[in-house]
């Protein structure tokens, strides 16, 4: 008998899912997939097991659940929801009780009500058969997370603060009183926007976080309220629709959504049509070298499923440039983990047939930490990270509009200067570039490296904390 | 800063290898690398990071070192080997001191002498920069493993006594004070020779060891050295052979060894030649309905490397079929792991070309459990499985043959009735089977789900321990 275990990092997202099962029973279950679900019927074949269940910790909002898909593609797997507290889901599934206990060969999985990120959150413990009241590891979904634990205040205020108690009922009452040497597997990692400062490791384990994670060290639950409920990312404006979805239990689509193929003639009438969004997945600096007019710079990478969330409609259909035609299957991948399906095409041959066929392009100049650094008063600079970024210091003379508002507030910023958009990198600078052109804002610069760059080359900040 | 974190599973083997960095920095190391290193380039391109530093934590004895290779490949890695109690090194190293450490971007890694599976044994704490008081985790290589401890018998027996000595040191003066909640990550694992019952979990915790490993119960040197010496798996023959071709630096290849292509033809005329041996590694029902006359069965599986390590001379060129030309490369990957790096060849286009070419083929007879239980004495039913497991039980009326033994020892075996050989799971049995044939027996077949078939169907064993 030997176990099976997978961990699937899913970058960006900042989000794990599991294989876990045993290969001489030949059973395993996938904990919180992904929609992309390929990934674990790949797994699956390869360590020869039959995925027989489907768990999940909870109703995720941040991003696509791949239950119900991965459901439909193994073809007799058991989807298992959690029936504590749980709102009405949509879909056929195994209702999950605390204490529930399922075994694959000799791993033996326990589900436990671990209420705080949401209402009906399950945690499962691990442990070998014979062993079962000496759990070895947890599966901890949303609830204690490295250095860090599942934010509470997505369900709105009304809601927040009942559940930031569960959350410290949940640390205290269960994790605190496992042992030091159960291993957490979280679902929510470094760069979930499901809680805040989550630490990069991809495990952890009691010992640990007893003694490291700042969640763990408030000593009643008013400073805990206090803590969790502070300085916490903003909330993604896609979070409830995902959530919706989710509950009500996604489409099955059998694979990768659909994005016909269009010449670059047909491309362009399909633009002239009107009704869908030219997004352009290349390099920042491919962008910016030529682009399609009106297109929106979101690269292909791993964070682009939580930018193509915030920046875009899902009911809009959208048109893709790629940066070539075969790494369309991964583009179409990362829109589709936060619920992309419509498109109306891609561009077939990118931006080189777009060229040969005598289409214009437009250009976005690129500048450097230095060039800003050197002319100081020549550009509006704008800030586009996250409130907390914004308030660990900023580039002198800035001022701060977070990304997903640019599009409603390009109109704010003064005319007569050229306007330079930084980040942290230049990623998310060259969507809010993007945006200004779309609106019109005649000249805009991306600044490729930006905050990182700045900082590399000593210069001064702004608006620093003290200390 | 973030960061890398990949664990490499090398199944058959048993080992674990690991990827450790940061994307931030940039930077990482690889420890304890297998032979076929694309997997660490690989994964160093998808992380973005630079193979600084490739790590061993001793110098391995159950498979060819890729620390090497990926030196070169790399090309400006720092390759460090252990200089407390080590053997002289015929390659280019850094040498590594206990407490020596390394840092990461925010990762740090102290190196510590650990000896007791082998002398210069370095494990390999992490911490998180400023943390380095309270590690999070420990590289364990072959010392702490998971339900086990590296065996101490493998430099013989003039030395596994002060090795002995010296791994219960280990445990108890180094890993027993550490903290509960510090992950283990060994190299050791699951399958691997180098310990006896090694658990089938890829991480475990000092908390949980420190409760259920057998090794760290033994409460005195004694009873350790008692334990440890006894019901250790057959030591491989293959392993000083590695010893010697890892403490000198295996051959740089930049690449698979290569094994060229040889038409049906010329595939029987280098057979003709003689000096090579034939290696048919197509499952054994495959290869059981037909073969070339005189090859050896070891099926493309993960065991592969370990089998031909036992059956197979180096030096001796093979010549291979292979189930389809496509599953040359991983076929080829395989036997590189025990070292295996000379090929006269492989017969393109598989037995379909073989049979179409004219050529005889020889079958070899599968029979079931069922066929051997209901026909007792009419078969010479030969186990070739190891001593520990012959010692667990075996069907009735059979003797014990140990795999590696059969070559020599297929003479002693009776005439008059047909030999079935099993063993676990029919995958030895048909190396057996083949060793057989080789050697003249006339009747011989195989027993496809060997002990795994007899087991599931109830019938009766023979030689069980009393309990």
Redesign the interface.
């Known amino acids: 008998?030997?176990?099976v275990?997978e961990r699937v990092v899913t970058e960006g997202l900042g989000d794990l899912s599991y294989l876990i099962g045993d290969d001489s029973a030949g059973t395993a279950a996938v904990i919180d997939p992904q929609a992309d679900v390929d990934v674990y019927l790949q797994l699956a074949r390869r360590h020869k097991v039959a995925i027989t269940h489907i768990l999940q910790t909870h109703v995720h909002e941040d991003f696509l659940s791949g239950a119900n898909e991965l459901a439909a593609r193994v073809g007799n797997a058991t989807l298992c929801s959690s029936a504590e507290d749980a709102a009405p889901y949509g879909y056929a599934h195994e209702a999950l009780r605390d204490g529930d206990c399922l075994a694959f060969g000799s791993t033996v999985l326990t589900a436990r009500h671990t209420p705080g990120h949401t209402p009906e959150h399950m945690a499962f413990l691990v442990a070998e058969e014979g062993?079962e009241q000496?759990p070895?590891a947890v599966f901890t979904g949303g609830s204690l997370l490295i250095n860090a634990a599942g934010r509470t205040d997505l369900l709105g205020p009304d809601r927040a603060q009942a559940l930031t108690a569960a959350q410290y009922r949940t640390l205290h009452d269960f994790y605190l009183k496992l042992?030091?040497?159960?291993?957490i597997h979280p679902t929510h990692a470094?760069?979930s926007p499901c809680g805040a400062a989550i630490g990069?490791?991809?495990?952890?384990?009691?010992?640990?976080?007893?003694?490291?994670n700042p969640h763990l060290q408030c000593r009643s639950e008013e400073q805990f309220r206090r803590f969790a409920l502070d300085g916490l990312p903003p909330k993604p404006s896609y979070y409830p629709r995902l959530k919706e979805t989710n509950t009500v239990g996604p489409a099955v689509r059998h694979g990768l959504p659909v994005a016909p193929p269009l010449p670059a003639e047909e491309f362009a009438r399909r633009m002239e049509e009107g009704g869908a969004v030219v997004v352009d997945t290349r390099h920042m600096l491919a962008f910016g070298g030529g682009h399609v007019k009106g297109a929106l710079n979101i690269g292909m990478a791993a964070q682009l499923p939580i930018w193509a969330g915030w920046m875009l409609d899902p009911a809009q259909p959208l048109l893709l440039v790629v940066e070539s035609d075969g790494a369309l299957d991964e583009v179409l991948r990362l829109f589709l983990r936060t619920g992309f399906t419509r498109f109306a095409g891609y561009l077939v041959g990118g931006m080189t047939a777009w060229d040969n066929a005598g289409h214009d392009v437009v250009a976005t100049a690129q500048v450097t930490a230095a060039q800003v650094h050197d002319r100081p008063g020549d550009f509006t600079l704008v800030d586009v990270r996250a409130p907390h970024e914004w308030a660990s210091g900023h580039l002198p003379g800035a001022r701060h509009v977070y990304l997903p508002e640019l599009p409603a507030r390009a109109g704010e910023l003064p005319r007569g200067k050229p306007v330079v958009v930084y980040c942290d990198s230049g990623y998310r600078a060259s969507i809010g570039t993007s945006v200004l052109q779309r609106a019109g804002v005649a000249e805009v610069a991306n600044m490729p490296g930006s905050m990182q760059a700045w900082k590399r080359a000593g210069y001064p900040l702004e608006g620093q904390p003290a200390g």
Chains 1, 2 share one sequence.
């Not at 990069?200 to 003694?211: Q, V």
Request: charged share 30%; net charge neutral; aromatic share 14%.
């Open positions: 008998m030997a176990l275990f062993r000496a070895y042992d030091d040497g159960v291993i470094h760069g990069d490791r991809l495990s952890s384990t009691i010992g640990y976080e007893r003694r490291f």
